[in-house]
């Protein structure tokens, strides 16, 4: 397995919620509101948070405030900020607030790119091989990580099944690009375990010590049987939205992000360490639920509760009862 | 992986949504409606219906037509009609009755068994002893499949953690009893994968050719993860309910079943063969939802519907990309 860059943690989570999960809901989240959840998620112990898009507020007005939010979330200690850009006048955003990580996207089938970032596949690479040279121009105090990630690697709402070479294909020449790391996203939720296991092992391979994450969504409810197969294939870094909000708006049919709590819970009690205090995290929903009552929130561990008999952090039961 | 009598599968999924997802709820669906249930998932593919309980009416008044519905059932042609009992009382019902299959249950817990089934797990196995000579006494033609059941072999609302050495002890008590076959419950949802992959290999190991199959609940989202973990340890046969209905009554936050469309669709996915159309699968949930409006109903597939271009009946378009 990748090793995720901290002794104290055997898989990294990435919270996507503010981002994925909130950038289809009509309604803003007060920007009070969405720090209070991004500080109450780091001090649960959920190590980076992808906190806007620096999209065109035009184009999605939750993002209006991505500028206060960012420069805020860098205040909060040892969390990594990270954010997403659909091009290089994102990235300039981003350089300029000095946030820790720039998620860049792209798709690996021709027309959700053309849907969702309005260009051809050619030209995201071009832009993100800009990309990469603006963060070489940097000192080297203020590079941030530069991210390559693969939308619709798995599958695609408008062209149906996406070609594993296909997805290697772009995964390489973001590498040649000069991607510091890679996700592989199942944006419409397609994805079964056999084909997980089989694309995440040939981009890993592919990726040598470039970490390459898995971001998937539970739109037909084989998102945590894909992490387990994801695992098995090495990797060890996943994205996940609290209470599985999300969604694509140029994606039809697409649902929610994996569940970060049942996320949790399943590593937990795997006996992998994510440093995620379950309770606490559980906890954090409340902020959520009382900022917009009306976005629908998913998950069985806050609905069920911790199992009777659980220990917490990294020792859930049934790892001992087996030992 | 243990085969499935049926060179046609490469795993056996059981509904058991009529008698696991129907006792807890309040009002009686009726048999007609339930009838048409069992016809429709039958003509879906579906090989093997737990149909009802043998449980005193009184107790459970849903069950109160269990004889009309066993006998039409076992008139449609090649479906192996199930039923639960939890004593020999219930088993002499189904011996009368003809069914194929009868699912004997007892908890591996103290508390849960004794809520569960009124006695101590001593009982339950002397009990399970002499329902397995009773079979033993019939005419050949006539024996049905007598099923060693294990409830809360994962964890316990009640109790907590539940040792593997238990469920190993249990197991090994219903084999020798004469169980034709085990089931190893996660009943109230506790598990996840790695202590399933455990316990599972352990079992399976012990039960040699008798076969092992697993009902697991998706009370905190690692329902269908758990089921790859146990294929990985070998198991070849699922519970599952459509739209996931289900709980216990004695287990205080257990909910449904994992969702018998999803766990089709993620098979079909990997390849595996079960005989299920999905499509077909689908559509029953009509029945459910036009008799019993008021139930909880699950489930991505239903909502999301199959991907785009999906190739159905274990062609899923995953593995022909893999491949």
Not at 41 to 52: D, L
Not at 226 to 238: H, K, P, Q, T, Y
Not at 256 to 266: A, E, P, S, Y
Request: proline content about 6%; overall charge negative; aromatic content about 6%.
């Amino acid at each position: 397995m990748q090793a995720t860059q901290d002794p104290q943690r055997d898989i990294l989570v990435r919270e996507v919620g503010l981002r994925d999960g909130l950038q289809i809901h009509p309604q803003f989240m007060p920007t009070a509101a969405k720090l209070a959840w991004v500080r109450a998620e780091a001090a649960a112990g959920v190590p980076e948070i992808e906190v806007t898009s620096y999209v065109p507020p035009k184009l999605i007005p939750q993002f209006i405030d991505a500028e206060a939010l960012s420069l805020e979330s860098l205040k909060i200690p040892s969390l990594v900020v990270a954010a997403l850009i659909p091009n290089a006048k994102g990235a300039e955003r981003g350089f300029n607030l000095k946030v820790h990580k720039l998620n860049f996207v792209m798709s690996v089938s021709r027309t959700h790119n053309e849907k969702n970032v309005r260009r051809s596949r050619e030209d995201s690479l071009a832009d993100f091989a800009r990309i990469c040279a603006m963060r070489d121009a940097l000192e080297p105090a203020y590079r941030p990580v530069v991210v390559g990630g693969l939308s619709t690697a798995l599958g695609c709402s408008y062209e149906g099944p996406v070609a594993t070479k296909s997805v290697l294909h772009y995964a390489e020449a973001l590498l040649h690009a000069g991607a510091d790391e890679l996700v592989i996203a199942d944006t419409v939720g397609f994805a079964t375990p056999k084909l997980v296991r089989n694309t995440m092992e040939q981009v890993l391979k592919l990726a040598g010590d470039v970490p390459v994450g898995a971001h998937f969504h539970d739109t037909r409810g084989t998102g945590l049987a894909n992490v387990l197969a994801a695992i098995e294939a090495g990797c060890s870094r996943f994205d996940a939205s609290l209470a599985g909000l999300g969604g694509c708006p140029f994606a039809p049919g697409a649902t929610g992000n994996i569940v970060m709590d049942d996320l949790c819970f399943m590593l937990d009690g795997m006996g992998l360490r994510t440093g995620v205090d379950l309770e606490a995290l559980i906890g954090v929903r409340k902020i959520v639920a009382e900022s917009l009552p009306d976005i629908p929130m998913h998950g069985g561990l806050a609905r069920a509760g911790l199992p009777k008999g659980y220990q917490r952090l990294g020792t859930g039961f049934p790892v001992e009862v087996c030992a």
